[in-house]
């Protein structure tokens, strides 16, 4: 069989497949789970830094390893899952990430937290490129709206980390975290649900999967390369306001300790109302348009994020969170489509480097605020977008198409 037909009759069969709502919704449920449990690591910062007396640089290390590790195994596990799929590992990882849970409850010592962390990172570095190839299954011709409610579950449990600090931690402090072994075994147990599915599915699955090749590899890859430049700045910028902001409106603009999250939590509900929104928008324009539009769109807003005060912080950092993320779940189904028959591996190294760029953002960013003040950190979050102008260097959609049918 030729690339060309491999990659026509790969194309039929997705176009021919249903979108299964009922997957797609449970998958993205198990992601809010999920993420809700990296959500208390930012939440606790604040708890944290006063029980363990830690310097910015020593918080930013704390989101580092977490993020980290999430990042070096999530392409790992894509390559794995890509080779021969294993739809029950899911259900294990987040056990892991509820014991990451307990130990961190129970820490009373900087390396222990580290520690605690790192098997967050791990349980989610397993879960993300398997979740990923369900979504894409299940989502039939409707990619962009398939990953947007995929990558929404996970948005808004990143969301929920300044909530969790207001109602759990500031009540109960650090013995809270031990709450979260609830939710984790929850997503462990709709995860087996999914794995019974998806394992149903696999043999219709490989046969498709089998039939995928691609042309153009050496264009492909290059795109793939400044996509991946573009979500590090924009997970930098994502850090720098989820994990700082807090600090600069108590320090800065003298805000209360409860105004200070709630805006940060309007931040990241924003960010996961755009990640909805941005699927369907992009099915009907054009992920690549959306990509561009997302992020520099954002930059008038991010521009007064340093500057405004009082009640206007609170819609400026909104539409800044609502604009920048719209293309959130935009950017995977892209790149899935840069690499098609690559779903594990590509998406492992577009969640992947999501999370580990902004733990890396946030470890540079606390060592910048220790030197020169959390103000020139802001200032610089708020020059970030403008990483969306290599956006116009990336093929078109229709170029992808034409890639796909084998045409120059």
């Given at each position: 069989?030729?690339?060309?037909?491999?990659?026509?009759?790969?194309?039929?069969?997705?176009?021919?497949?249903?979108?299964?709502?009922?997957?797609?919704?449970?998958?993205?449920?198990?992601?809010?789970?999920?993420?809700?449990?990296?959500?208390?690591?930012?939440?606790?910062?604040?708890?944290?830094?006063?029980?363990?007396?830690?310097?910015?640089?020593?918080?930013?290390?704390?989101?580092?390893?977490?993020?980290?590790?999430?990042?070096?195994?999530?392409?790992?596990?894509?390559?794995?899952?890509?080779?021969?799929?294993?739809?029950?590992?899911?259900?294990?990882?987040?056990?892991?990430?509820?014991?990451?849970?307990?130990?961190?409850?129970?820490?009373?010592?900087?390396?222990?937290?580290?520690?605690?962390?790192?098997?967050?990172?791990?349980?989610?570095?397993?879960?993300?490129?398997?979740?990923?190839?369900?979504?894409?299954?299940?989502?039939?011709?409707?990619?962009?709206?398939?990953?947007?409610?995929?990558?929404?579950?996970?948005?808004?449990?990143?969301?929920?980390?300044?909530?969790?600090?207001?109602?759990?931690?500031?009540?109960?402090?650090?013995?809270?975290?031990?709450?979260?072994?609830?939710?984790?075994?929850?997503?462990?147990?709709?995860?087996?649900?999914?794995?019974?599915?998806?394992?149903?599915?696999?043999?219709?699955?490989?046969?498709?999967?089998?039939?995928?090749?691609?042309?153009?590899?050496?264009?492909?890859?290059?795109?793939?390369?400044?996509?991946?430049?573009?979500?590090?700045?924009?997970?930098?910028?994502?850090?720098?306001?989820?994990?700082?902001?807090?600090?600069?409106?108590?320090?800065?603009?003298?805000?209360?300790?409860?105004?200070?999250?709630?805006?940060?939590?309007?931040?990241?509900?924003?960010?996961?109302?755009?990640?909805?929104?941005?699927?369907?928008?992009?099915?009907?324009?054009?992920?690549?348009?959306?990509?561009?539009?997302?992020?520099?769109?954002?930059?008038?807003l991010t521009l007064l994020t340093p500057y405004v005060s009082g009640f206007w912080?609170?819609?400026?950092?909104?539409?800044?969170?609502?604009?920048?993320?719209?293309?959130?779940?935009?950017?995977?189904?892209?790149?899935?489509?840069?690499?098609?028959?690559?779903?594990?591996?590509?998406?492992?190294?577009?969640?992947?480097?999501?999370?580990?760029?902004?733990?890396?953002?946030?470890?540079?960013?606390?060592?910048?605020?220790?030197?020169?003040?959390?103000?020139?950190?802001?200032?610089?979050?708020?020059?970030?977008?403008?990483?969306?102008?290599?956006?116009?260097?990336?093929?078109?959609?229709?170029?992808?198409?034409?890639?796909?049918?084998?045409?120059?």
């Open positions: 069989m030729s690339a060309h037909t491999g990659s026509v009759n790969a194309s039929v069969a997705v176009h021919a497949a249903p979108t299964v709502y009922r997957m797609l919704f449970a998958i993205s449920l198990v992601h809010l789970l999920n993420d809700s449990l990296q959500a208390v690591i930012p939440a606790l910062l604040p708890v944290l830094e006063a029980n363990l007396a830690l310097t910015y640089t020593q918080v930013g290390m704390i989101l580092l390893v977490m993020n980290l590790t999430a990042s070096v195994l999530q392409p790992v596990v894509g390559y794995i899952s890509d080779r021969k799929s294993r739809p029950y590992m899911p259900p294990v990882a987040l056990l892991i990430s509820g014991l990451g849970m307990l130990a961190l409850a129970l820490a009373s010592n900087y390396y222990v937290v580290l520690l605690a962390v790192a098997c967050v990172g791990i349980g989610s570095a397993v879960f993300h490129p398997e979740a990923s190839r369900v979504a894409h299954h299940a989502s039939g011709s409707r990619r962009g709206l398939g990953q947007s409610i995929f990558q929404v579950g996970g948005n808004a449990g990143q969301a929920l980390a300044p909530l969790m600090t207001i109602l759990i931690f500031k009540q109960l402090g650090q013995p809270g975290a031990m709450w979260f072994l609830v939710p984790a075994a929850a997503a462990s147990a709709v995860l087996v649900y999914v794995a019974l599915w998806y394992q149903g599915q696999q043999r219709a699955k490989k046969a498709v999967a089998a039939a995928i090749a691609y042309t153009h590899r050496n264009k492909r890859l290059v795109a793939l390369g400044l996509l991946v430049l573009i979500v590090s700045i924009r997970s930098w910028m994502n850090a720098g306001y989820q994990s700082f902001y807090q600090f600069y409106l108590m320090d800065t603009r003298h805000m209360s300790y409860d105004s200070a999250q709630f805006c940060v939590f309007g931040f990241l509900l924003a960010g996961a109302i755009g990640t909805f929104l941005g699927g369907p928008i992009a099915d009907r324009f054009g992920k690549r348009n959306l990509l561009i539009v997302s992020t520099l769109g954002a930059l008038p912080i609170y819609p400026a950092l909104f539409l800044s969170g609502l604009v920048m993320l719209s293309s959130f779940s935009v950017t995977v189904v892209y790149a899935q489509e840069l690499l098609p028959g690559r779903i594990g591996t590509v998406s492992g190294l577009i969640i992947g480097l999501a999370f580990g760029m902004g733990g890396m953002g946030a470890l540079v960013l606390g060592y910048l605020a220790d030197l020169y003040g959390i103000t020139s950190v802001i200032t610089l979050c708020s020059l970030m977008p403008l990483i969306g102008a290599l956006g116009l260097l990336l093929p078109k959609d229709q170029t992808l198409r034409a890639w796909a049918r084998g045409e120059q």
